[in-house]
C-alpha cells in the first residue's frame, strides 16, 4: 500500500469513529430520557417493596430486632444504599457539569458569532482611587500575623 491509501484508510475511519461517538451520544440521551420516565410512583412503591421483602428475608431475626432496629446483614443493605445513592448523585452532578460545559462553549461561539466589527469603543475614563480607610483591627491582626 502506498501512502495515499493510507492517509484515505485512516480518514474513512476517522470518519466511522466520529459516526459511532455521535451514535453512542444519542443512544446514551435516549436511554436516560426513557430511565426518568419509566420511573413511575407505582413502580418505585413496588421496588421499594420488593427490596423491603429482599432485607427482610435476608436475615429476620435481626432485622425485626427490638423496635425494628436493624442490625447486622440490615446495616450493611443500608451501607450499599448509601454508597449507591452517592454515587447515582456524582453521576448526576458529572452529567450536569458536562452539560453546563457544553452550554458555556455555546454561548461563547454565539457570542464570537454575534460581536460586530465596527471600530473599537472608546476606553473608558480611569476609575478614582479608592479613600483609604484604616482597617479594622480584626483585619490589622490578621495581616501582622501573616507577615
Same mark, same amino acid.
Given at each position: 500500500?502506498?501512502?495515499?491509501? @493510507?492517509?484515505?484508510?485512516?480518514?474513512?475511519? #476517522?470518519?466511522?469513529?466520529?459516526?459511532?461517538?455521535?451514535?453512542?451520544?444519542?443512544?446514551?440521551?435516549?436511554?436516560?430520557?426513557?430511565?426518568?420516565?419509566?420511573?413511575?410512583?407505582?413502580?418505585?412503591?413496588?421496588?421499594?417493596?420488593?427490596?423491603?421483602?429482599?432485607?427482610?428475608?435476608?436475615? +429476620?431475626?435481626?432485622?425485626?430486632?427490638?423496635?425494628?432496629?436493624?442490625?447486622?446483614?440490615?446495616?450493611?443493605? @443500608?451501607?450499599?444504599?448509601?454508597?449507591?445513592?452517592?454515587?447515582?448523585?456524582?453521576?448526576?452532578?458529572?452529567?450536569?457539569?458536562?452539560?453546563? #460545559?457544553?452550554?458555556?462553549?455555546?454561548?461563547?461561539?454565539?457570542?464570537? #458569532?454575534?460581536?460586530?466589527?465596527?471600530?473599537?469603543?472608546?476606553?473608558?475614563?480611569?476609575? +478614582?482611587? +479608592?479613600?483609604?480607610?484604616?482597617?479594622?483591627?480584626?483585619?490589622?491582626?490578621?495581616?501582622?500575623?501573616?507577615?
Amino acid at each position: 500500500m502506498n501512502f495515499e491509501a @493510507l492517509k484515505r484508510r485512516v480518514e474513512r475511519s #476517522e470518519h466511522v469513529v466520529e459516526g459511532r461517538a455521535q451514535q453512542t451520544q444519542t443512544h446514551w440521551h435516549d436511554f436516560t430520557t426513557t430511565w426518568r420516565d419509566s420511573w413511575t410512583p407505582t413502580r418505585i412503591v413496588i421496588a421499594g417493596l420488593i427490596s423491603g421483602f429482599v432485607v427482610g428475608r435476608s436475615d +429476620p431475626a435481626q432485622t425485626l430486632g427490638k423496635l425494628g432496629a436493624l442490625g447486622g446483614s440490615g446495616t450493611r443493605v @443500608l451501607q450499599l444504599i448509601g454508597t449507591l445513592s452517592g454515587l447515582f448523585a456524582s453521576v448526576q452532578a458529572s452529567t450536569a457539569a458536562g452539560q453546563a #460545559e457544553h452550554a458555556a462553549d455555546k454561548a461563547e461561539a454565539v457570542a464570537d #458569532e454575534a460581536q460586530p466589527t465596527a471600530a473599537p469603543r472608546a476606553p473608558s475614563p480611569p476609575r +478614582p482611587a +479608592p479613600d483609604p480607610v484604616a482597617p479594622r483591627p480584626a483585619e490589622a491582626a490578621t495581616e501582622m500575623s501573616e507577615h
